[in-house]
């Protein structure tokens, strides 16, 4: 962003500035004061730059010289008409002039100043150019060091110290500094031929001192190097000679003449004199007592300076300050420095509610007086002058010294005695300050300042209620924060009400009113907003929703009002009061909410409190038209139990943030959807009672059982996190329905088996078997209850996970009882989908030649007992009790005895054959997800059997597969 000129002027260092700086910066300045102040101010070492600036300088200051001549020129006119002597009617008419124009008096003094300085620069070139002075050795003491104390002769010895250093005197110091000094350290120096010059150059301000200089010169300097500077006697006169003159200019400047000089230079002596008594001591009377002499011996520009010590003298004793506080003290520049708003502040910055007007009647009024009458006397009057700078002290106020300003302001009161007599500025000031302050408690005071306000017949006035509420709707976009402006002051909201008319400001008023009552309503249950926020959110209804809900669960701070029923009661009416279209059809704080949205985010305010007794006589009691439906209460009372279950940082049941979870449900009577919720924080209980982990050392929270996708998963979690959890199958299967799948057989089955496999992995073939059985038979009977039967999917994911089950236990070798292993592949034999059966088979033989291995050591051993008994019990028929021999008698070939080498394989094929003709219609497993070793032969994959070998095979199953490995009737 640029910069303004005058503060790019000042950001450029000294030593970095250059003529087109000079020229490219000032020259767009139109007040030449300034512009000349800023030439002044700078004193740099390069010359050709400076001398652009001096003379740039004096070339803006022309302008006041010609305005000061053309006034005296009239001036003088009319006193020559009236016969008086032109000489003094000049002074008189100059000194006048310049008292009533002070900008053009202090041109006139900078252009002399710049007119000099312009002289020592061309005799600082021209100096330059002499050769520097030998110094002698040894030359070590200062002959100006006269003596401590001595200011004239430190600054004297500081110059020669600076000319032994380094002869070329820098540019800065020659322009600035007395000449007598400079004159003088080059006569110290034994410089004769630059002090010539110099008194050449500049003889009227250095001739007074020629003796003062003289006695400058070492003594061992020779007379014959300083003849020409030597006293002489002019023989034709009988007089001094004096050295003679060369000026730079023959002929003095207007700025530079004596008239000039009579009447500033004696004020400038009083206003110095005046300063240094202020900033040195602070001595306020003895400068006002200066100035009035002043006055007295007849220098009549002085009015100015007197009205600024008077000024100053109320701000040192007359401002109110505590006792406590220190006296206060201001220089003279403190002063000068200070705009008239900080004025202002510094009259009333110990002013009090009580006393706020008095002070600003003697102190501030006063003030502002003397700042018109000035502004009159310069040509340029400023009517709002002063309600401007009354008006920005009242913006930036405290709002309780603006109620006390609006209280002596009323539209009841003479207008002579209003500080603010407006009543259009008054509605706008009020606007801006109460909808720009920050304040959250003073309600009080901002209807105070309200009251005050003037009321408008609006029939009289027209009714405009678009423009005003187009002008409330853009405030409030404008008063939303940004980077750019996080705050918005209350002297940027006046910008906003400004152009509005009577009837608008009117309408805003109305607004105001409302907003106000609505402040009030939200201050009294400790949810206050500033007035801003009324306006920011009158078109933000999640906004408004957010308020109403931090209003209904503010309970903390209102625990006092919410003990009983009554104080809910009035939080409602209140709430409610919030959403309602007043007169004029002014909308209040809540008014995008429909009643049914607050009613609602009250209950829920309510039962989050935890008041469940109280919500639920509430619930009961059906206020008129202060109730929510059945369906609405139950999705509250579920919604309030999900928040407080999703706070919850610990999953028992019996304290904390789950048991208001629990509690909250026993609000309104039971339901499909309130049970399920029930029973499902009674499973988050159980299974955070497993001490179930979700990370090594942090135990699983309340929410992550909720966003677990995989509710199972749990289950799986809570049986692998504790060994003896297997054993209690009801309260598993209890916690699997609680977790949603109540009624899921499915899910029974899945969880059945996962308890399985946990008895399985501890090794209590027992239970696990015992799981598998009541798997199947779950299995089986779902699938007879279930009306599309096989073809269910829920059939099919029970059926698959079942048949796997019992795969995996029958197949399992530290599983000894063969009896309930066979038992177990052959239900998965008569569930799993053709592809599998081959796969299971092999396990079935494998277990199957075990089986006969042992039997034929059963056998063998009861052949031995039964041989031994004949005699005594007589013969019997021994049962058939292998394969082969039930094949025997059934005319078929046993190929598992013959001894052709593809015995084996013949059987394989025979027996595939066999069950490639089951009529399972459950599709099977893929490739991925088929056990191990799983393969699919092209019989599989042929057409559908007839229907007599897939009843025959249905019927075998149904029996078991016991007779085609030949074991007894007894053992099966």
Sequence with gaps: MDLHPASQWIDIPDEDLTIDHIRGILEPIEDDVWVAAACIDRVVENVDVQRVLLEFGAERTQKAVERVKNALLFEVDQDESEDVGVADSKTNTLEHYLSYHPPDAQIIYIRAVLLGRLDRLNTYVELMQTPPVQQKDGWEDDPWATGEGDDVAEEHQSLSLQCRVDPQIPLSVFLTRNLYFIASALAVQSNFEALELLIQRHQPQLSPFRSSLLECIPEYAHPSDYRNLLPAIDVASGTEATIMSRPWRTALDWSETPERRTALEVQRWYKDRVEFLISSAGLVDEAISLVQHGVSHGVTDLDELGEDL???????????????????????????????SEVIRKYLAFSRPITVVSDIQRLVLPYLFVLESRCERTGKPDPHLKTRLLY????????????????????????????????EDMARLALACLYGSNSLDEWRTMSQIFECLPAWNLESLGNDEDEADTVITSLGTFLTPTTARPHCTPSDLLVFFSPLPARSLSRSLDILDVHLESGEILARWRVPAPLRWFLQSANGKSQQRAWATKMARNHTANAKKLRTEDGWLSLLDDMLKLGQVGEASIRSTFGLLSQEEIIHIFYCGLLMSGCFAIAKSMFAAQYDGRMLTADSLEELCLTCSREFYDNASSGNVHFGDMKLAYDCLSVIPASPKIDQEREFIEATSRICSFNVMSRPGVVISPIEIRLTKDKLGLVSRVLSSNESAYKHTEVILDLMRKLGFRDNVAAEVKTLAMVADAALQAEDFARAVEMSER?????????????????????????????????????????DD?????????RALELCPPENIVEILTAWRRTELADIEDRRTRISTRRMDISGHHMQNGPRERKTTTLAGRLQNLRVHNPLMSSAPDAAAMASQAFNRVAATFPFSVRGRTSEQRPRGSRESSEHRTG????????????????????LIGADDDEL
């Design 310 to 340: 008077g000024l100053i003298s109320r701000l040192v004793y007359d401002a109110p300050r505590p006792l406590d506080h220190a006296d206060v003290t201001i220089t003279w520049n403190d002063w000068a420095s200070m705009k008239p």
């Design 392 to 423: 920005e002290y009242v913006l930036n106020a405290p709002l309780e010294i603006v109620g006390a300003i609006f209280e002596a302001s009323k539209p009841t009161l003479v207008q002579s005695r209003r500080l603010i007599s407006d009543d």
């Design 775 to 815: 798997m199947v038979n779950t299995v089986l009977n779902f699938k007879e209850l279930s009306p599309l039967g096989a073809d269910s999917p829920d059939v099919k994911a029970a059926i698959e996970v079942c048949w796997v089950a019992c795969y995996q236990l029958g197949r399992q070798p530290e599983f």
């Design 818 to 826: 063969t009896e309930k292993k066979m038992m177990l592949l052959g």
């Design 944 to 963: 559908s059997p007839p229907a007599d070998v897939q009843s025959h095979a249905r019927h075998a199953f149904q029996r078991g597969i016991g007779w």
